[in-house]
Structure formats: structure tokens, C-alpha cells
T-cell receptor, first 114, second 113 residues
Framework: ETGVTQSPTHLIKTRGQQVTLRCSSQSGHNTVSWYQQALGQGPQFIFQYYREEENGRGNFPPRFSGLQFPNYSSELNVNALELDDSALYLCASGRQGSGANVLTFGAGSRLTVL | QQQVKQSPQSLIVQKGGISIINCAYENTAFDYFPWYQQFPGKGPALLIAIRPDVSEKKEGRFTISFNKSAKQFSLHIMDSQPGDSATYFC????????????FGQGTRLTINP
């Protein structure tokens, strides 16, 4: 059983650029969520995808968008990058209808915006 | 009302001692309370979780105590070991809607040998 894998591991962008982060869900899972973890803070929910549609969104602006593909992999896109977007972006997969919000997290993509 | 407050921010415990981390929540609709462990350079990993219909859950050296009336829950690590040194996050979620976890701010635990 493979876990959640994310790419790239690290990346550096400049303010105003756009970034795409990728995630492969754990086998058998059908939901994918994205979280932003600023340095020294707990992860903050960005959004969740289920059946290729957004199924819940946290307090993040529309320039944060995502996709879920038929194979349950996912992308997080961030447009018009700001300095405050520098963080660890975590992908988590789960199984809707399992009766518990048990999520498996990847190791994250660390984004630095200069 | 969506916040989960966690304390302390950092904790140093001697090897063999008991580590205790506390969390409090406001939203009574929360019905699932997991604890995650995160090592540097890694994502959070589920450690143990509890539902509000029980007051305590134990798995090995890890115990969650849950006080529904006080809206508080805590993690106890018995016989703490240097390998337990990590950042611990409490979280809360509702079974309805998106699988959204609301995390506490984290506790950096250091176990001295």
C-alpha cells in the first residue's frame, strides 16, 4: 500500500508568479485535501476534492485553486504569489463515507516566495 | 468557534517521564479528535484518535483523555522516550461535510535522555 506522495519537495518562486503542486493519493482513497502549514503553526485547511469537485473550502482566496483527476491524484495551483504564501503545502487523502475523517498526509512541498 | 487551542507551545520532559499536552475547543459539533505527530521534514502522521462518546482511549504508551463538558482533551505519553521528540498537533473535525481537520498550533516536545 503506497502512501501519499507529493512533488516537488522544495521550490522557490518570486512574487506574482504562479505555482502548481502535485499529489498522488494513497491507494484506496477517494478524497484529497490540501493544507497550508506556515512555519511554527498548525496546518490550515485550504480545500477538499471528492469526485473531481471541490467539496469544502477554508478561508483562502480564489487564487488558490485545485483539481482532482480520475485516478484521485490532485494539483494545487496558486496564482499571483505573495510573500505570505511561503509555507509547507500538505496533501492528505482519505476515504469519504468511511465513518471517520482519517487522513493520510504526504511529506509536503515547501514553497518559498521571494 | 472553529478554533482549537493547544498548550503548551513547547515541552521538555526527561526520559521515562510523562508528557502531557492539552487542547480545548468551542464548536460542540466536532465529533472526532485525532492527534498527529510530525517529525522535521515529514508530514503529520496519525497517532491516536477519540470520539466524544468515550472519556479515554489508550494505545500502548499513548492515552487520550476527553472531557466533553469542559470541551477539552489531552494527550498523555507515558514512559517518554527520546524517539518521541517531535511536534504534536491536536485536531478536531465533524463527520458531516468535507473531511476538514481544524488543527491546534502544535507542541514541540523534547525528551532529554
Amino acid at each position: 500500500e503506497t502512501g501519499v506522495t507529493q512533488s516537488p519537495t522544495h521550490l522557490i518562486k518570486t512574487r506574482g508568479q504562479q505555482v502548481t503542486l502535485r499529489c498522488s493519493s494513497q491507494s484506496g482513497h477517494n478524497t484529497v485535501s490540501w493544507y497550508q502549514q506556515a512555519l511554527g503553526q498548525g496546518p490550515q485547511f485550504i480545500f477538499q476534492y471528492y469526485r473531481e469537485e471541490e467539496n469544502g473550502r477554508g478561508n483562502f482566496p480564489p487564487r488558490f485553486s485545485g483539481l482532482q483527476f480520475p485516478n484521485y491524484s490532485s494539483e494545487l495551483n496558486v496564482n499571483a504569489l505573495e510573500l505570505d504564501d511561503s509555507a509547507l503545502y500538505l496533501c492528505a487523502s482519505g476515504r469519504q463515507g468511511s465513518g471517520a475523517n482519517v487522513l493520510t498526509f504526504g511529506a509536503g512541498s515547501r514553497l518559498t516566495v521571494l | 468557534q472553529q478554533q482549537v487551542k493547544q498548550s503548551p507551545q513547547s515541552l521538555i520532559v526527561q526520559k521515562g517521564g510523562i508528557s502531557i499536552i492539552n487542547c480545548a475547543y468551542e464548536n460542540t459539533a466536532f465529533d472526532y479528535f485525532p492527534w498527529y505527530q510530525q517529525f522535521p521534514g515529514k508530514g503529520p502522521a496519525l497517532l491516536i484518535a477519540i470520539r466524544p462518546d468515550v472519556s479515554e482511549k489508550k494505545e500502548g504508551r499513548f492515552t487520550i483523555s476527553f472531557n466533553k463538558s469542559a470541551k477539552q482533551f489531552s494527550l498523555h505519553i507515558m514512559d517518554s522516550q527520546p524517539g518521541d521528540s517531535a511536534t504534536y498537533f491536536c485536531a478536531a473535525s465533524m463527520h458531516q461535510g468535507a473531511q476538514k481537520l481544524v488543527f491546534g498550533q502544535g507542541t514541540r516536545l523534547t525528551i532529554n535522555p
